[in-house]
C-alpha cells in the first residue's frame, strides 16, 4: 500500500469482524514498527500483544466491571489538560457530536452514551489487541517517542489490510489489564489498540481534520 494511502486510509475503527489475525502478520507489523525513531534511539515503549483465550479473559473481566458499575482506576497521567482552550476545546466537543450522532445518540442521553463508550472494553469486538506501555520514570519527550511507534503500528497494519483503533480508555481500566498481563511494576499503561479486520456494516463516519492554514504556517520567503 502506498504510503499516503495508508495514512489517509488510517482512521479509529470502532466495529470488527470475528476473522482471526495470522499470529506472522503481526510479528511482522511489530518487527518493523521497531524501527520507528526515538530520542538518542531509546525505544521506550513496551508492547503486550493479546490474542485468543488472554484477549477473551480481558474483555470478561472489563465487561464485569461495566455491568458492576465499578469506578474507574484513578489515573496516573492526565488525558486532556483540565481547561482545555481554544481550538482544542471545539475539536473535542465537535468529535464527541458526531461519534454520538452518528450513533443516534442525543448529547443529554448519558447513559446511552456511557453503553457506547462501553464497547472499548470489548475492544469493539476486534479478535486482537495491543497495549503499550513505557516507564514511568520517562519524560515528555518519551511519551512522544511511544506516540511515533503507535502510529506506524497502526500505519503498517494498514499496509496488511487490517484497522485499528487506538484507545486511551483503556488506562481506565489499568488494574484489570495488569490482571492479565502481568507487567513490572515500573511500567505505566498509556493506552490500548484494537486490531483486525474492519466489519463494514457498523455505522461510524470518520470525523474530519482541521484545514491546512489551521495547523502550519509557511514562513513568508521559503
Known sequence: MDVYEAVTSRRAVRGFTDRQV??????????????????????????????GAPLAELKKRAGERVVSGDPWDEPEYEQYPPDLKSPYRERRFAFGEQRYGGLGIPREDLEARQRAAAANWDCFGAPAALFCYLDRDMGPAQWSDVGMYLQTVMLL?????????????WAKYRKTVAQVLAPPTELVLFCGMSIGFEDATVRDPRTGR?????????????
Open 210 to 222: 482541521a484545514p491546512l492554514d489551521e495547523t502550519v504556517t509557511f514562513v513568508p520567503g521559503s
Open 157 to 169: 497494519l494498514r499496509a496488511e489490510g487490517l484497522h485499528s483503533c487506538a484507545q486511551m480508555a
Open 22 to 51: 495470522p499470529r506472522e502478520v503481526l510479528a511482522r507489523v511489530l518487527t518493523a514498527a521497531a524501527w520507528t525513531p526515538s530520542a538518542s534511539n531509546v525505544q521506550p515503549w513496551h508492547a503486550y500483544v493479546l490474542t
